[in-house]
């Protein structure tokens, strides 16, 4: 089972690039979130979505755009990258049936983003 | 606001020594807790949760964490470390609309 998969797992961008960071995962998961990951502050939370249709945003929301077209994908776009998005970028996803009994989210390989 | 507080961003042991992580949480009812590990340069994998029910729980790879609600606490222990618990281990908490709040991270060091 290919879980949660994410590309691409290294990328470099200069200052004001755009970029979409892939997530797809292949276990009919309604919610599904991205994470970045910083030296010292774990894991902050982006922007998440309850189903297809349906985003919200997270603690660190700005400067990042998500869409949910369907149940399988949930792509992460940088619309104009700064040096401060440097960033591991984990999505995770999980079942409502198994949030609801606070089951565990699966969480991806991450993407390694730097911001030059 | 929910926070995780993990005490101590680096705890290093010797291998067959006993690991010990600390997790608090900030809570008014009992939440729904986590820990994960992180080995290096791949994602979060599950160690063990805490949901309801017996508040002693055992996970993979012999961890295995005590919740305590009188002293909001879900510390994470080993009894002998190996060389391959050398990774980092975050705390998290489940909310009510889904998200999950992570504590800053500890970095286990296994020395031989």
């Known amino acids: 089972n290919a879980g949660v998969t994410q590309t691409p797992k290294f990328q470099v961008l200069k200052t004001g690039q755009s970029m979409t960071l892939q997530c797809a995962q292949d276990?009919?998961?309604?919610?599904m979130s991205w994470y970045r990951q910083d030296p010292g502050m774990g894991l902050r939370l982006i922007h998440y979505?309850?189903?297809?249709?349906?985003?919200d945003q997270g603690e660190v929301p700005n400067g990042y755009n998500v869409s949910r077209s369907t149940t399988e994908d949930f792509p992460l776009r940088l619309l104009s990258a700064a040096p401060s998005q440097t960033s591991v970028y984990f999505c995770?996803?999980?079942?409502?049936?198994?949030?609801?009994?606070?089951?565990?989210?699966?969480f991806g390989d991450g993407t390694r983003l730097s911001i030059l | 606001a929910q926070s995780v507080t993990q005490l101590g961003s680096h705890v290093s042991v010797s291998e067959g020594a006993l690991v010990l992580l600390r997790c608090n949480y900030s809570?008014?009812?009992?939440?729904?807790l986590f820990w994960y590990v992180q080995y290096p340069n791949q994602g979060l994998q599950l160690l063990l949760k805490?949901?309801?029910?017996?508040?002693l729980v055992k996970g993979i790879n012999g961890f295995e964490a005590e919740f305590k609600k009188s002293e909001t606490s879900f510390h994470l222990t080993k009894p002998s470390a190996h060389m391959s618990d050398a990774a980092e281990y975050f705390c998290?908490?489940?909310?009510?609309?889904?998200?999950?709040?992570f504590g800053k991270g500890t970095l286990l060091t296994v020395n031989p």
């Open positions: 995770a996803s999980s079942s409502r049936d198994g949030l609801a009994r606070n089951q565990p989210q699966h």
């Open positions: 805490y949901t309801t029910g017996a508040t």
């Open positions: 809570s008014s009812v009992p939440p729904y």
């Open positions: 998290a908490r489940g909310g009510s609309n889904y998200k999950l709040t």
């Open positions: 979505s309850v189903g297809a249709g349906i985003t």
């Open positions: 276990m009919n998961h309604e919610y």
